[in-house]
DNA sequence: TGAATTTTTTACCGCACGGTTAGTAATCTG
DNA sequence: CAGATTACTAACCGTGCGGTAAAAAATTCA
């Protein structure tokens, strides 16, 4: 996902430090203007260089917006990855929205493009995301109702989409309304699933 | 929202005529290669005419896909609004989910424009969309709290946040999986909310 | 019929886009 | 220092975009 050399050769310092530069670059661009708004042009002019020079480290600008995607989804996927791996059952799902929801509220130039990432729309085909995404939770669901978590009735698969949108809505709304308080919203989203959820009912 | 002719005469038959076709050809168009690959010139060919012909009757190319936004939107929320004002209490916001779930399964081709539409990457900035809806969704749930229906403690701004994500996302599920069961879904969530909102818990 | 007006076409404009080419600095290396 | 490799720039190309101008059809109406 970061890498898109072939094998050859080990990248030179430059290298890596203009890959490096233009991902972030691109990053703050697609924030800023959206994917549409993001030229291989402004990328260029963002990064002090020219066009050419930008796809003398990339092969196409698609390539360098890929590049951008993959990078911030790495840095998601391991921060909430290690909040859900550390924990099972109910804890997991729970992990999962708080840590998602915490991750866009510290990496605010992220947040744009983790939104687009999930809406797809980003401009480049690609989207396992979206199905790997849902599988996931799916699978954490799953395994909340098999730990008797869960009430044996929920249905994995459309509660995992349920959750997700609530999710990502509760991290959209807070890109056009920067006041929105998305931890506390994470936190009416997991006393709901609680209680939608539980086998025991959790609290009452 | 259906008209932007200042206030002029009265529309002769042809333009009617071609006002629907244009904006009926746009909504096609954007279900199958969404709003970036829907271009003037591509307009005007589904349309059988001409890209100034086009231009001839609607001042912009934005403003033709304005239309055809507006024209779905209001389709949608006319079919919405008349399942939602006939109920009240928790009955209304079941009603909305339900219905605004059924009528993208009754009409696949509208579908990806309410998507984009909610998404707000309409490539038309306006917008009010996503604010007035979650407000509107918000009083629907303080209107559920206030008749009893839903306990004391829900926030209705983040619960309509979530609500309005999840629904989002059942209908956006069905766009990249065909076979989704939006029903059942629709239905899941209703559950859920009736467990996880309800004052006297709804059923078990 | 013939004039007025509607609808439409053809041809064009300027622009921003992603990308290519050829040459030029800069840097590393023997 | 010389030669090779790395890193880059300026200029250009073709394409598709939204939109405009002028004139030709088609239609309406007296």
Redesign the pocket.
């Known amino acids: 996902m970061s890498a898109q050399v072939p094998v050859g ?1 080990p990248l ?4 890596q430090a ?1 890959r490096a530069q233009l991902i972030g670059v691109t990053i703050d661009l697609v924030a800023e203007h959206g994917y549409p ?8 002019e963002a990064a ?6 930008v ?3 990339f ?5 360098v917006v890929r590049a951008a995607y993959g990078s911030v989804l790495e840095s998601l996927t391991a921060y909430v990855g290690a909040e859900v791996g550390a924990r099972s059952g109910a804890a997991a799902i729970e992990a999962y929205i708080r840590s998602l929801v915490a991750y866009t509220r510290h990496h605010p130039a992220h947040t744009r493009m983790i939104v687009e990432a999930i809406a797809g729309e980003t401009g480049v085909d690609d989207t396992p995301h979206a199905a790997s995404r849902r599988d996931s939770v799916a699978g954490l669901i799953d395994a909340a109702r098999a730990s008797g978590d869960y009430r044996p009735d929920v249905d994995p698969r459309a509660t995992a989409v349920i959750v997700n949108g609530a999710v990502d809505a509760i991290v959209a709304e807070s890109l056009t309304d920067p006041g929105f308080d998305t931890a506390h919203a994470a936190e009416e989203l997991v006393t709901m699933l609680r209680r939608a959820l539980g086998a025991t009912d959790g609290e009452r």
Request: proline content about 4%; cysteine-free.
């Open positions: 050769r030179t310092i430059t290298e203009r708004g993001t030229s291989l042009a402004r990328i260029a002090g260089i020219s066009k050419a020079a796809l003398y480290h092969p196409s600008k698609d390539a």
